[in-house]
């Protein structure tokens, strides 16, 4: 598995951007969004049970990362076509304000090394990607067990001070000083 201090793979993946008719899909890549921290979260399969309280959890905090200058980026293998139609379908997932990619070739998973060993899906795998690329942060689940969206904003804004953050620090609270 890639951890801090690996570069983000190179990827170019269709995604669901929308639900605008002739506008839903666009070709993302590691280089979209330049200058500009990224979080990618990756899932296991679309039209499962605790991957759609995930997904709209990081939608729900959409603003708190875009106020972080950062990119929230989502993907499982599925195709960008079953994105589209779960987004449909999905009362909760109808209007994200991030990117679904789609990796069905699994080519972001495998460079990432996050497929599991027997189901062949992603694992609940976040990284949290500065401006240049470099991965500052990973962080893996299992199948079963979904992510806390407030970690992921509270590791980002540590990352973000370029500070020493004690443990359980919080944005605002005093950093380190050595």
Avoid at 8 to 14: D, H, I, S, T
Avoid at 82 to 89: C, E, Q, S
Wanted: hydrophobic share 40%; aromatic share 8%.
């Amino acid at each position: 598995m890639l951890t801090v201090g690996d570069r983000l793979p190179e990827y170019a993946l269709q995604a669901v951007v929308g639900l605008e008719k002739g506008k839903e899909f666009e070709t993302l890549t590691h280089e979209s969004h330049p200058g500009k921290w990224k979080v990618l979260f990756l899932w296991p399969m679309d039209f499962t049970f605790v991957c759609p309280t995930e997904i709209a959890a990081f939608g729900k905090r959409h603003g708190d990362f875009e106020d972080r200058d950062a990119q929230v980026l989502g993907a499982s293998t599925d195709t960008h076509f079953v994105h589209l139609a779960w987004r449909n379908n999905h009362t909760d997932l109808k209007h994200l304000p991030f990117p679904m990619l789609a990796d069905n070739k699994r080519e972001l998973s495998t460079a990432l090394g996050i497929l599991h060993k027997d189901a062949g899906v992603p694992l609940r795998a976040t990284f949290i990607v500065d401006p240049q690329g470099v991965i500052r942060h990973t962080s893996v689940n299992d199948l079963s067990v979904g992510r806390n969206v407030d970690e992921v904003i509270r590791v980002l804004d540590a990352l973000q001070t370029d500070e020493l953050c004690p443990c359980n620090w919080k944005k605002g609270e005093e950093t380190l000083k050595v």
